[in-house]
């Protein structure tokens, strides 16, 4: 089968569709055209039967014309101008009197056709249009009278539309399928660029951008749709690229410690103790990397994939205890003071390590950037149907400027400024992504040197 291009095959719907219109109105004209013809014929015939019908007289069951003239004017002598045949039949249906122009012809009784019918017949080789006419006397048929008229030349004009139109069908479809593709192919020409478009389009080159028709069509939804994908997908690769990077550089650098560590200690000997400390300093580096593995590979796991939740009853206020008792270390060195507030029973269906998991992060967090000393809230609450977990600290805040980065995988708000608190910068890169993934809302507030707040709405089971 052949493939027909995008161009080529608008311009044959186009002409599909137009030609079944240009049919339908071809069979119309042609259909008033013939209905014309005929009921013109029709009238004449009808005006020729009165006409006769009232020329006659019968005598002893005998049709006698009145008037013999009427058989000697021209439309009953000429078969060439507008002719008129006429035949009076007796009862038995034998001719008695005929127009002088069917000379040695006859017109033909049809008796499968009902009286005062008019149908179409031949005489010789002419078609003509006829009609009988019964002559009643008392009830009783005593003759016949039948009427016809030529059809040679309104078949002439008849054939000759029927001709014109045969003719001029498929010209015009022709014609119409190189106009409809002319101006399929004006059309198109965004396609086209969007083809060309997509094909400069490589992973090294993002920045091409298909250009936008004048006319805010679907064509310049289509355009533009695409070229927000592109946007979309060159955000996305960018932020790949830089988390690849974060993550290369956040991996090298615990490695490289450890390396140069190790180096320092096998050039001499060393007392115990020294040995101890580079060791222990070691062992707190693979942790911190171990740590930074674990949440890579919890954010690779975890990415938009939903089919790995797996939903469950959740008791959140146990949930709330175990984190603070697995964090209860940090809480008793920085004699951190706990203020919890839960006043019911608070029950979640959710996926129950990632929901420890977004706890764990924040309330962690809480704990080290709050000095000593400090204090850190938790509440549970209800609100129209939704739970409501607020965690808040009076740590040392995050700057205005940095609330909306703080999301960005690796990204530490002033960490110069706090370089004795550790992290990897992944924590609340986490918490978003599973927060969008649960459904649950997620609102954070900071202000520097008072605190940060961390509302979490989960809906209620």
Not at 400 to 422: A, G, M, Q, Y
């Amino acid at each position: 089968m052949i493939q027909l291009s995008f161009k080529n095959r608008i311009a044959l719907n186009y002409i599909i569709t137009t030609g079944l219109l240009i049919l339908v109105v071809f069979f119309t004209l042609y259909s008033i055209v013939k209905h014309a013809v005929y009921s013109h014929i029709d009238n004449d015939i009808k005006v020729e039967i009165k006409n006769h019908l009232n020329e006659i007289k019968i005598v002893n069951n005998v049709v006698i014309l009145v008037d013999k003239e009427e058989w000697n004017e021209r439309e009953h002598n000429s078969v060439d101008v507008n002719p008129v045949f006429v035949q009076f039949l007796d009862a038995n249906r034998k001719i008695t009197e005929k127009s002088p122009n069917l000379k040695n012809e006859a017109l033909v009784f049809d008796d499968s056709v009902e009286n005062f019918k008019l149908f179409d017949t031949k005489i010789g080789n002419n078609r003509i249009r006829q009609i009988q006419v019964p002559i009643i006397i008392k009830s009783k048929k005593i003759a016949y009278l039948i009427i016809a008229m030529s059809l040679s030349d309104s078949r002439l004009v008849l054939d000759n539309l029927f001709d014109i139109m045969s003719m001029a069908f498929p010209v015009i479809l022709l014609l119409l399928f190189f106009i409809a593709r002319f101006f399929a192919g004006r059309n198109i020409k965004p396609i086209n660029a969007i083809i060309d478009t997509s094909g400069m389009i490589t992973k090294d080159n993002l920045k091409a951008r298909i250009p936008l028709p004048k006319k805010r069509d679907e064509l310049h939804t289509l355009s533009e749709t695409i070229n927000n994908l592109l946007n979309r997908i060159e955000d996305a690769i960018e932020r790949e690229k830089q988390f690849t990077s974060d993550a290369s550089h956040e991996l090298r650098t615990p490695l490289t410690v450890i390396k140069g560590t190790l180096e320092v200690l096998i050039r001499k000997p060393r007392d115990n103790k020294e040995y101890e400390e580079k060791i222990n300093y070691c062992i707190n580096e693979v942790d911190h990397l171990n740590m930074l593995v674990d949440q890579l590979l919890l954010l690779a796991r975890f990415d938009n994939q939903k089919q790995n939740i797996l939903p469950e009853s959740i008791y959140l206020n146990a949930l709330i205890l175990d984190v603070l008792t697995l964090n209860s270390d940090k809480i008793n060195n920085k004699k951190i003071n706990i203020k919890l507030d839960v006043q019911d029973d608070y029950y979640i269906n959710s996926d129950n390590y990632l929901v420890v998991t977004i706890l764990r992060n924040i309330i962690s967090n809480a704990i080290k950037y709050t000095q000593a000393g400090g204090e850190v809230a938790v509440s549970l609450s209800r609100q129209d149907g939704i739970i409501i977990c607020k965690i808040s600290d009076n740590g040392i805040g995050i700057a205005n400027e940095d609330l909306k980065t703080v999301f960005n995988p690796f990204f530490r708000s002033n960490s110069s400024v706090h370089p004795e608190i550790k992290g990897t910068g992944l924590g609340l890169s986490i918490v978003k992504r599973f927060t969008e993934l649960l459904q649950i809302t997620f609102q954070m507030e900071s202000k520097i040197g008072e605190g940060t707040t961390v509302i979490l709405g989960f809906k209620e089971k």
